[in-house]
C-alpha cells in the first residue's frame, strides 16, 4: 500500500493466516531481503542481479477473496488468467462456448485441491495427533500449515466459481 508507512503493513503470522485479505508481499521480501545479499555474492563474479530480476517476466494473478464489506485493491483488479481452464487471455476466454468443458475443468480443478488438501490433513493429523483439530496448530515454522491454510483458500475460490458455472450455464 503506497504512502502507508512500514508498520502499518507489519502483522503477525496468525492473522496473516487467519484472514482472506492479508497476503505476503513477496516483491518486497525479495527486493529488500534475498536481493542484497545475492549482489554482494555475485557482484563478486560480475553479475548484477537487480538487472536479472528486472528481465524476468511477472506473471500477475490477482486472488478473489469472498469477502464482506472490507476490500482490498486487488479485488478490484481483474484478473488475465481464466477461474476455468488457467488460461491467459485479454477477453472473454475461449472454454466458455464449450459448458461441458467449463464443468469437467471447474469439477476436475476442485477435485484436485481437494486430493491435495486431504493429503495435507493426513500429515498435520501425524503431527497435532488424530484427537486435536487441524486449526488448533499454532507452529508459525511448519510450511505444511501455510500450504494447508493456502490450500483451503483455493478450494473455498475454487467452490466459488463453480457456483458461478451453474449461474453461468443456469444449470
Excluded at 110 to 121: F, I, R
Amino acid at each position: 500500500s503506497p504512502g502507508l508507512p512500514r508498520i502499518e503493513l507489519v502483522h503477525e503470522p496468525s492473522e496473516v493466516i487467519s484472514s482472506v485479505l492479508l497476503q505476503l508481499n513477496a516483491v518486497y521480501y525479495i527486493t529488500k531481503s534475498l536481493i542484497p545479499p545475492l549482489q554482494r555474492v555475485f557482484g563478486l563474479l560480475g553479475v548484477t542481479v537487480v538487472d536479472w530480476w528486472n528481465e524476468l517476466p511477472r506473471d500477475v494473478r490477482v486472488a478473489r477473496p469472498a469477502t464482506v464489506g472490507r476490500h482490498t485493491i486487488a479485488h478490484y483488479y481483474q484478473s488475465r488468467h481464466c477461474p476455468f481452464c488457467d488460461g491467459v487471455s485479454d477477453g472473454l476466454c475461449s472454454c466458455y462456448a464449450d459448458s461441458q468443458k467449463v464443468a469437467v475443468l471447474t469439477e476436475s480443478g476442485l477435485g484436485y485441491l481437494t486430493s491435495q488438501l486431504q493429503s495435507v490433513y493426513r500429515i498435520c493429523v501425524d503431527c497435532v495427533g488424530a484427537e486435536g483439530p487441524m486449526h488448533s496448530c499454532v507452529n508459525t515454522s511448519c510450511p505444511v500449515l501455510y500450504k494447508r491454510v493456502r490450500l483451503e483458500g483455493r478450494v473455498r475460490e475454487k467452490d466459488a466459481v463453480k457456483g458461478d458455472v451453474f449461474k453461468l450455464f443456469n444449470w
